[in-house]
C-alpha cells in the first residue's frame, strides 16, 4: 500500500535491534524469582557472617560437617566467582557455606539443614549409588522451600557456586549429576506413560530444582565441551555402580529407568523432550502440579540464558541448539507448534490456574500478569525472537500460522490443539494489561508484525478505540516517567504498522471519543481517533525535538502523521493549532541553521 512508503528506509533493520534489545531485557530481568537479586547487602551479611568477632569460629565446620563432608575439605577450593559480585566475607566459599549453616536453622528462609548437607555431598568425591540414603534425605524428605528474601537468594548464588564447582570436577568419577538427571527424565517419562494423569510427587520437583540451580552454573562458568560431558559422558554401569554392596537394604530410591541409561541419546535433548511434553499436557489441577509446572518454567528460563554466556556468532550454544533440535525433529511432529499455543493459553487463561479465591480476585482487577503467564510470555517471546542460524525451523514463522477459534470454544487445557487460540480472548488480555507491562506490549508488536490473521482481526475490529487508547496513553505517558526507548520503539513501530491499513485509518476518522482522563492538556470534548492520535503524536515530535533530539522517533512520527492524513478531513482546531506550533517550531530551526552554516 501506499502508505508503506511514509516508513523511513532504516526502519526494518532497526526495528530487528530494538526487538533484539528487548528480548535482552526480558530475559536479563526474568531469571529465576529466587536468583533475582546479586547485589552486595553488607549490612546483612555482616549481620550472619560475625567472622571479623569470631574467626576460629569460622575456620573449624560444625561437628556434623566434619564427620560427614571431610571429602569437602579437602577439595578444590572456588577462587573466583565470575558472575556474582560478594564481598570480603564471601571470598571464601567453604567458610562461607559453614557460615551459612550455622546462621539459618529454618528451611523458611534458606535451604533447611538437611538439603543442604546433602548438597555439599552429593558434589563432593564421594559416589552414590541409586540405592543410597542421601537420596532419600534430599528428594523425598522435605519440599525445597522457594527462595523468599534477598539474603537468602545471595547465599544462595554462594552455596551454588561452590557446590557447582565442586559437582564440575567430581562428576566425572561420582556420575552423581547424571543419576539425578537420570532420575528425573524416568520421573517425567512415568507421568507420560499415565497420561499426566497420576500424582506430582515431591521428588520430582525437588529433582528438578537441583538440576536447575546446577545448570544455572554450568551455563555461567563452563565451555560447551565440559557441559555435554556433565550430561552425557558416562558408562550405564558407572550409574549402578556398588548398588548391590553399599546397603543391606537394596531397594532402589532413585527411580532409573534402564533404556534411559542405555540410550545413546544425548540426555539433555531427552530431559528437554520430557520438560517440553509436560509443559504442554500436565494439567493445573492441584497445588503440587502448579509448582511443578512453574518450576518447568523456570528452568527453560535458565536454559535460555545460556544465549547471553556464549559467543552467538561461534553457533556452539549447546543448549538452545538442543533445544530447537528437539523442537525441528520429525518424530516430534507438532512439538513446536503445541509448545507455542500452550504458552499462549497460559497467558490467555491466567486466571483458570490453582490458587485461592482472593488472590484470583485480586487478579481480576489487577494490570499486573500471574507467575506462570509472565514466565510462559518470556519463554514465548525468547523461543520466537532467536537467530536464524540457531532456529533452524524458524519458530517466528509459526507465529504467522496461528488461527483463530471461537471464544465460547472450550479449549482443554491438558490437551492443547495446535496453533489454534482464540483471538478476542487474546486481544481482550493485551487491551487490559499492556500499559503496566512492557512484554505485552513487545507481544503485540509480534503478533501485528508476524502474524496476518490476527493482523486482521485487530484491524477488523468496530471499536478500534479498546486496543489504540491504552496504545496513545502507553507511548504518551512514557515521556513523563523513566525514558525507557525499547519499549517506546515497541509500540511506535505497532502504530505505524497499524495506520499503514487505509481501512482502518478511515475507520478511526468517523468514530469520535471523549477527551480520556490521562490527557490533561485541553478540554478537547469531542474528537476522533484520528485526530487524538494524530495529537499525541505532534506532542511526541514536540517533546523530541527539545529534549532527545532521536531522529528514530521523529522520522516515525511524521511517517505516522502522513498515514492519518491521506484518510484525514476537518481536522479538529485544537490539532490544527498545535500543527502549526509544531511548523513554527520547525522553522526557526532551520533558519537558525542555516544562519549559521552562512556566517561559518
Known amino acids: 500500500m501506499g502508505q508503506e512508503q511514509s516508513l523511513p528506509q532504516d526502519t526494518n533493520e532497526t526495528d530487528n535491534n530494538n526487538n533484539i534489545n528487548n528480548i535482552n531485557n526480558i530475559n536479563n530481568n526474568s531469571n529465576i524469582e529466587e536468583n533475582n537479586n546479586r547485589e552486595k547487602n553488607n549490612d546483612n551479611n555482616n549481620d550472619n557472617l560475625n567472622s571479623k568477632e ?25 577462587k573466583g566467582l565470575s558472575n556474582t559480585t560478594l564481598n570480603d566475607n564471601y571470598k571464601n566459599p567453604m567458610v562461607s557455606v559453614n557460615s551459612i549453616i550455622k546462621s539459618y536453622k529454618s528451611s523458611k528462609d534458606f535451604f533447611s539443614l538437611n538439603i543442604l548437607e546433602s548438597l555439599l555431598n552429593i558434589s563432593s568425591t564421594k559416589i552414590y549409588p541409586p540405592n543410597h540414603e542421601i537420596w532419600n534425605n534430599l528428594l523425598k524428605k522435605e519440599k525445597i522451600p522457594k527462595i523468599s528474601t534477598r539474603q537468602a537468594s545471595f547465599d544462595m548464588n554462594v552455596v551454588i557456586n561452590f557446590i557447582g564447582t565442586e559437582m564440575a570436577i567430581n562428576n566425572e568419577t561420582t556420575r552423581n549429576f547424571c543419576r539425578l538427571v537420570i532420575n528425573l527424565i524416568s520421573e517425567l517419562n512415568s507421568l507420560k506413560e499415565q497420561e499426566y494423569k497420576k500424582d506430582v510427587n515431591v521428588e520430582i520437583r525437588n529433582a528438578l530444582y537441583i538440576i536447575k540451580l546446577y545448570s544455572k552454573y554450568f551455563i555461567e562458568n563452563m565451555e560447551v565441551d565440559k557441559i555435554k560431558n556433565l550430561f552425557d559422558d558416562y558408562e550405564p554401569s558407572e550409574i549402578i555402580k556398588d548398588t548391590q554392596d553399599d546397603n543391606e537394604n537394596n531397594n532402589i530410591i532413585l527411580l532409573m529407568n534402564k533404556e534411559i541409561i542405555d540410550n545413546k541419546k544425548s540426555k539433555l535433548e531427552i530431559l528437554i523432550k520430557e520438560l517440553l511434553n509436560t509443559l504442554i499436557y500436565l494439567p493445573h489441577s492441584n497445588e503440587k502440579n502448579v509448582e511443578l509446572y512453574e518450576e518447568i518454567l523456570n528452568t527453560f528460563i535458565a536454559f535460555f540464558a545460556s544465549r547471553f554466556h556464549n559467543d552467538m556468532e561461534k553457533q556452539d550454544n549447546y543448549i538452545l541448539i538442543t533445544t530447537f533440535k528437539v523442537l525441528s525433529e520429525q518424530e516430534n511432529e507438532n512439538l513446536a507448534g503445541k509448545v507455542i499455543t500452550k504458552l499462549l493459553l497460559n497467558l490467555i487463561y491466567e486466571n483458570d490456574q490453582k490458587e485461592g479465591l482472593f488472590a484470583r480476585v485480586l487478579r481480576k482487577n489487577s494490570t499486573s500478569l500471574s507467575s506462570i503467564a509472565k514466565k510462559s510470555l518470556y519463554i514465548f517471546l525468547i523461543l520466537t525472537n532467536q537467530p536464524n542460524q540457531l532456529a533452524k525451523n524458524e519458530l517466528s514463522n509459526l507465529v504467522n500460522e496461528l488461527t483463530n477459534i471461537q471464544e465460547t470454544d472450550v479449549i482443554p487445557q491438558s490437551n492443547p490443539p495446535n496453533l489454534k487460540i482464540s483471538f478476542q480472548s487474546l486481544y481482550s488480555l ?25 493482523r486482521s482481526f485487530v484491524l477488523s475490529k468496530i471499536e478500534p478505540e479498546l486496543l489504540l487508547l491504552p496504545l496513545l496513553q502507553t507511548f504518551y505517558t512514557s515521556f513523563k516517567e523513566k525514558i525507557n526507548f525499547n519499549k517506546i520503539y515497541t509500540i511506535l513501530i505497532t502504530l505505524l504498522i497499524m495506520s499503514q491499513d487505509e481501512v482502518y ?14 490527557f490533561l492538556e485541553n478540554n478537547l470534548k469531542k474528537i476522533s481517533l484520528s485526530n487524538f492520535t494524530f495529537l499525541i503524536c505532534l506532542r511526541v515530535i514536540q517533546i523530541n525535538l527539545g529534549k532527545y ?52
Do not use: G
Open 549 to 600: 533530539k532521536d531522529i528514530y522517533l521523529h522520522s516515525n512520527c511524521l511517517a505516522i502523521i502522513t498515514n492519518l492524513a491521506i484518510k484525514m478531513d476537518n481536522i479538529h482546531y485544537y490539532v490544527a493549532h498545535k500543527l502549526m506550533n509544531l511548523l513554527d517550531l520547525i522553522q526557526k530551526k532551520y533558519f537558525k541553521l542555516k544562519n549559521k552554516k552562512f556566517f561559518i
Open 430 to 454: 493485551i487491551n487490559n494489561k499492556i500499559c503496566d507491562n512492557e512484554e505485552i506490549c513487545l507481544l503485540l508488536y509480534q503478533l501485528i508484525s508476524q502474524s496476518d490473521a490476527f
Open 505 to 518: 485509518t478511515e475507520t478511526l476518522q468517523r468514530i469520535e471519543i471523549n477527551q480520556p482522563s490521562w
Open 54 to 78: 569470631n574467626d576460629s569460629e569460622l575456620e573449624s565446620p560444625n561437628k556434623s560437617i566434619n564427620e560427614n563432608n571431610s571429602e569437602i575439605e579437602n577439595s578444590v577450593q572456588f
